[in-house]
């Protein structure tokens, strides 16, 4: 079993440019979480999918921000512009189910730096 | 404001000591599961606690969940420079409850 894989694990970007991370998770799981990880605020879920279909985007910081998962094995997050306050890990997470005591799998995130 | 509160937030110890990390709320949980992270890496569960007064062993490691499933913690005995990272608690307010509340972390670092 590979794990959740995000890539890229790094990403340096100009203020105003656009960018997309990427994440595969295990397959057979049906729920998929996009997180932020920061100093100053930790763990934030930005956006909840099952089955392919997004159920909470609640927790999107702004317009720039966008989320889709085409298909069950692959989903993006896309900011665009980007400005230096988005900088901070990214993370994919998936499940086998959304239930509040299914455990996530966590991929090893994509550290986004916007200068 | 965080609905898991964290204690301590940084914590220091020598090989072979023991430490007690707190995970508190006001609120009651469903579950509650404790993460490690370690850097550059994504959280990775540890266990899962769903029964207030629960208590779970993994090898060093005791978890507790409080009898009116408020809060939790992470007892490590003999704590070795292999337990550092960041130790995450995080609850679900039910079981269909998809949005997990993670705390604040405390960072662990054993020295040799």
């Known amino acids: 079993d590979a794990g959740v894989i995000q890539s890229p694990r790094h990403e340096v970007t100009e203020m105003g440019q656009e960018v997309t991370l990427r994440c595969k998770p295990i397959?057979?799981?049906?729920?998929l979480f996009w997180y932020r990880q920061t100093m100053m605020r930790g763990l934030e879920l930005l956006i909840y999918?099952?089955?392919?279909?997004?159920?909470?985007d609640s927790g999107m910081p702004e317009d720039r921000f966008s989320a889709k998962m085409p298909n069950a094995s692959f989903s993006t997050l896309k900011i665009q512009p980007s400005e230096p306050r988005d900088s901070a890990v990214y993370f994919c997470a998936s499940s086998l189910m959304s239930a509040g005591n299914s455990p996530l799998h966590f991929g090893n995130g994509t550290r986004l730096t916007v200068t | 404001t965080q609905l898991l509160e964290q204690s301590p937030q940084f914590l220091s110890i020598q090989e072979g000591e023991n430490l007690t990390v707190y995970c508190n709320s006001s609120s009651v949980f469903s579950s509650l599961q404790w993460y490690r992270q370690e850097p550059g890496e994504g959280p990775v569960l540890l266990v899962t606690v769903v029964t207030g007064g629960e208590v779970k062993k993994l090898k060093r490691l005791t978890f507790q969940f409080g009898d009116a499933r408020k809060d939790s913690s992470l007892h490590i005995t003999a704590a070795q420079p292999g337990d550092t990272g960041l130790y995450l608690c995080?609850?679900?307010?039910?079981?269909?409850?998809?949005?997990?509340?993670f705390g604040a972390g405390t960072t662990v670092t054993v020295r040799a």
């Open positions: 995080a609850g679900a307010l039910s079981t269909n409850d998809y949005k997990l509340s």
């Open positions: 397959s057979g799981h049906n729920s």
């Open positions: 999918f099952n089955n392919n279909v997004p159920i909470d």
